[in-house]
């Protein structure tokens, strides 16, 4: 077992404090569902769980927060890293218009468990989401999209911006155009997650922190989970364990269907007052269309700008530097602001760019995979497997597999992505 390393001293910690205590597991325990992984995705299934009647036991490897869901940009979108005209011309179009709405419907959830759960203070907005083109060619691609998605889809929440308007927006000249998507939004990721938390405790769900999953033994009708403090016995387990399933051999079989991916961001101080009112001035989230997507917000009068490419397990200066370098490239006027946070965490890939969610057998079932948009989704996802262990009506589409997947060479996944990560940034730097 790989031990999680603390919470990242990010901007999100830092507005929250240390948060509620939960304490570790130290004794045995019995339940009918155990989850592994204290996350979004395991969070929302165990809501539903013990919403179903059944006891629910969470084991969170770190202190809460300390994975992805409290890490994130804290972008709440309605789509997956697979474009759904891509997912048209494979599958046919009455996938695609299912896929769109399981996409739209994820937001919705979020929003339905915020007001069902009374969770206070999230920070959420549904403010929409800007798509910035960097290039004529981007720009054509994005509004081509736009039209199939309102003229195939019925997508009505879509609206073309020229340069000029996406300029008065973002206060940067670097853009030629983009697309507007009203229905996404953003929040505060951490406080979102530790109000998860204290509504699962306070339904009778069975939350433990710093207890890692060591293994998991299926034998005579019932599954063990043995942990440092005592061991877990439940009929069955779902694995939320995401981009850390690498962190315990109780989770190997779904980290070898994964690609982990580090991404990492930057926040400044806050702005002077000039640079807050022309910068970002309707402070929603907005992502740009390189190959190496670079997405920025504003949060609490500060810049956040954040992206892919920061490789290893550990944060790395050089990621860092290359993420500010980018955002001076795009908004000059940050030049001289200095940066006051810098933190990343790890994203879970996917080789057909969707979720998977499944049973690796009769008592263990998982989802994973969310290729950095499951700020949503992941929830969604969470709520809809427990729904489907339960024999709840539900819809994953695209996300069900009737096994788990496995990522093909995978002991050369750390240098295929290297690679890749190389050829994207010689393609974006030479405007291709």
Same mark, same amino acid.
């Given at each position: 077992?790989?031990?999680?390393?603390?919470?990242?001293?990010?901007?999100?910690?830092?507005?929250?404090?240390?948060?509620?205590?939960?304490?570790?597991?130290? @004794?045995?325990?019995?339940?009918?569902?155990?989850?592994?992984?204290?996350?979004?995705?395991?969070?929302?299934?165990?809501?539903?769980?013990?919403?179903?009647?059944?006891?629910?036991?969470?084991?969170?490897?770190?202190?809460?927060?300390?994975?992805?869901?409290?890490? *994130?940009?804290?972008?709440?979108?309605?789509?997956?890293?697979?474009?759904?005209?891509?997912?048209?011309?494979?599958?046919?179009?009455?996938?695609?218009?299912?896929?769109?709405?399981?996409?739209?419907?994820?937001?919705?959830?979020?929003?339905?468990?915020?007001?069902?759960?009374?969770?206070?203070?999230?920070?959420?907005?549904?403010?929409?989401?800007?798509?910035?083109?960097?290039?004529?060619?981007?720009?054509?691609?994005?509004?081509?999209?736009?039209?199939?998605?309102? *003229?195939?889809?019925?997508?009505?929440?879509?609206?073309?911006?020229?340069?000029?308007?996406?300029?008065?927006?973002?206060?940067?000249?670097?853009?030629?155009?983009?697309?507007?998507? *009203?229905?996404?939004?953003?929040?505060?990721?951490?406080?979102?997650?530790?109000?998860?938390?204290?509504?699962?405790?306070?339904?009778?769900?069975?939350?433990?922190?710093?207890?890692?999953?060591?293994?998991?033994?299926?034998?005579?009708?019932?599954?063990?989970?043995?942990?440092?403090?005592?061991?877990?016995?439940?009929?069955?387990?779902?694995?939320?364990?995401?981009?850390?399933?690498?962190?315990?051999?109780?989770?190997?079989?779904?980290? @070898?269907?994964?690609?982990?991916?580090?991404?990492?961001?930057?926040?400044?101080? &806050?702005?002077?007052?000039?640079?807050?009112?022309?910068?970002?001035?309707?402070?929603?989230?907005?992502?740009?269309?390189?190959?190496?997507?670079?997405?920025?917000?504003?949060?609490?009068?500060?810049?956040?700008?954040?992206?892919?490419?920061?490789?290893?397990?550990?944060?790395? &200066?050089?990621?860092?530097?290359?993420?500010?370098?980018?955002?001076?490239?795009?908004?000059?006027?940050?030049?001289?602001?200095?940066?006051?946070?810098?933190?990343?965490?790890?994203?879970?890939?996917?080789?057909?760019?969707?979720?998977?969610?499944?049973?690796?057998?009769?008592?263990?079932?998982?989802?994973?995979?969310? *290729?950095?948009?499951?700020?949503?989704?992941?929830?969604?996802?969470?709520?809809?497997?427990?729904?489907?262990?339960?024999?709840?009506?539900?819809?994953?589409?695209?996300?069900?597999?009737?096994?788990?997947?496995?990522?093909?060479?995978?002991?050369?996944?750390?240098?295929?992505?290297?690679?890749?990560?190389?050829?994207?940034?010689?393609?974006?730097?030479?405007?291709?």
């Amino acid at each position: 077992m790989t031990t999680l390393p603390p919470p990242a001293k990010s901007l999100w910690r830092d507005q929250i404090g240390s948060g509620a205590d939960f304490p570790a597991l130290t @004794r045995d325990i019995s339940c009918d569902l155990a989850i592994v992984g204290g996350g979004y995705t395991g969070l929302h299934a165990a809501l539903t769980l013990a919403a179903a009647g059944l006891s629910v036991v969470v084991l969170e490897a770190g202190i809460p927060g300390t994975g992805g869901s409290g890490g *994130n940009g804290g972008v709440v979108s309605a789509k997956f890293r697979r474009g759904f005209a891509e997912i048209a011309k494979s599958e046919g179009i009455d996938m695609a218009r299912r896929m769109h709405n399981i996409a739209t419907g994820s937001v919705d959830h979020l929003i339905r468990s915020i007001d069902d759960l009374d969770l206070k203070d999230t920070g959420f907005r549904k403010d929409g989401a800007l798509k910035c083109a960097h290039s004529a060619k981007a720009f054509d691609h994005a509004r081509q999209e736009a039209d199939w998605l309102r *003229n195939t889809l019925g997508d009505t929440g879509l609206q073309v911006l020229d340069a000029d308007a996406v300029a008065a927006e973002t206060g940067s000249s670097h853009f030629v155009g983009g697309v507007l998507q *009203n229905g996404a939004g953003t929040i505060q990721p951490l406080a979102y997650l530790l109000q998860l938390w204290a509504a699962a405790q306070a339904r009778g769900i069975a939350l433990f922190s710093q207890t890692s999953a060591l293994s998991i033994d299926e034998r005579q009708g019932q599954v063990r989970i043995p942990t440092p403090g005592g061991t877990v016995t439940a009929d069955r387990v779902l694995l939320a364990t995401n981009a850390y399933s690498w962190l315990t051999s109780a989770a190997k079989p779904v980290a @070898r269907s994964l690609v982990p991916f580090r991404s990492a961001m930057i926040a400044t101080e &806050p702005l002077s007052e000039d640079l807050d009112r022309r910068l970002l001035a309707k402070a929603r989230s907005y992502t740009e269309t390189r190959r190496m997507m670079r997405w920025f917000r504003k949060v609490d009068g500060r810049v956040i700008f954040g992206g892919r490419g920061a490789l290893g397990a550990v944060d790395a &200066p050089a990621a860092f530097q290359r993420l500010a370098t980018a955002m001076v490239k795009i908004f000059p006027d940050l030049r001289e602001t200095p940066i006051e946070h810098r933190w990343s965490g790890q994203v879970a890939l996917t080789f057909d760019g969707l979720p998977h969610a499944g049973a690796m057998s009769p008592r263990v079932t998982f989802a994973a995979g969310f *290729n950095g948009t499951g700020v949503a989704m992941s929830g969604f996802v969470g709520d809809q497997i427990a729904r489907q262990m339960t024999g709840q009506h539900h819809d994953l589409g695209m996300i069900a597999r009737a096994s788990l997947p496995k990522v093909p060479f995978y002991p050369l996944r750390a240098v295929a992505v290297r690679a890749t990560t190389s050829y994207y940034e010689m393609l974006d730097a030479i405007g291709m």
